[in-house]
């Protein structure tokens, strides 16, 4: 019954009641899938409609009461919400999420190459208490932005018994078993790093003028960010697809088999 009261209050607001829709709607959909892979009875003609409203073809296909009221109402929903919010305890007031949540992104790169070689140009290994840049070799983490000296000896560590590098202890801490993914700057490089020891090289994702990359940064000539190259890089993070694209660099360059990947 106090479901019902809220939801006839919500009528008065039209975004809220809209809200509702789209979220039971949204639960409905897998929720009918899985019906009719198990009873084989067929989805009524309205769902093939996309003009069609399919709240009401949802619930009548799956048995439910076709309006939200009666959806939400009844003993058996109150008892759910009273367990769910019996998990709460005696906390008065919490956190807010906020709504819609925001894509996950990368750090901001500068357009001009130039720039990043510059705002690493007085780092030196936090390691070492000598200073002395040129031996550094700066890494940036493209999910965090921390940066790290990476692929040196005076960084590495030995934890249960294994010597691992700066980068690799990195991406125990920032992400996980989803995979680093770092920005050697000097080298105009970006090091995919796995939670296995594992790793590939790629191009950094700027470009010269014709659109080409300079791994190593050799040739010297000034560099720009390339906004597709950066999202393909962004886009590995965010499907967790890190550990997919090192199995598959490995299988198109054996040469990664040589690389000490858990010094990086």
Request: hydrophobic share 40%; aromatic share 10%; net charge neutral.
């Amino acid at each position: 019954m106090i479901i019902l009261k809220c939801v006839i209050y919500f009528k008065t607001s039209g975004s809220v009641l809209q809200t509702l829709h789209l979220a039971v709607a949204e639960f409905l959909r897998p929720l009918s899938l899985l019906y009719h892979a198990l009873t084989l009875v067929p989805p009524p003609e309205a769902l093939k409609d996309p003009s069609v409203q399919e709240f009401e073809p949802l619930c009548r296909y799956l048995g439910f009461m076709p309006t939200l009221v009666d959806f939400l109402s009844g003993s058996c929903v109150e008892k759910l919400f009273v367990l769910w919010s019996s998990a709460l305890g005696n906390i008065s007031k919490g956190d807010l999420i906020k709504q819609p949540v925001l894509k996950n992104v990368f750090v901001k790169l500068p357009e001009d190459f130039s720039e990043l070689i510059n705002s690493v140009a007085n780092f030196r290994c936090p390691s070492v208490s000598i200073n002395d840049r040129s031996a550094s070799s700066p890494s940036l983490c493209l999910i965090c932005g921390l940066l790290l000296c990476s692929q040196s000896y005076c960084c590495q560590r030995t934890i249960n018994g294994v010597t691992i590098g700066a980068c690799s202890r990195h991406v125990t801490s920032c992400t996980g078993p989803s995979g680093g993914i770092f920005l050697r700057i000097r080298d105009s490089q970006v090091v995919l790093l796995t939670s296995r020891e594992r790793g590939c090289l790629y191009s950094a994702p700027y470009v010269d003028r014709y659109g080409e990359t300079d791994p190593g940064f050799r040739r010297g000539n000034p560099l720009y960010l390339n906004h597709e190259l950066f999202a393909k890089l962004e886009n590995l993070w965010i499907t967790q697809s890190v550990a997919e694209e090192v199995i598959n660099q490995y299988e198109l360059d054996h040469r990664n088999l040589g690389f000490e990947w858990a010094h990086f």
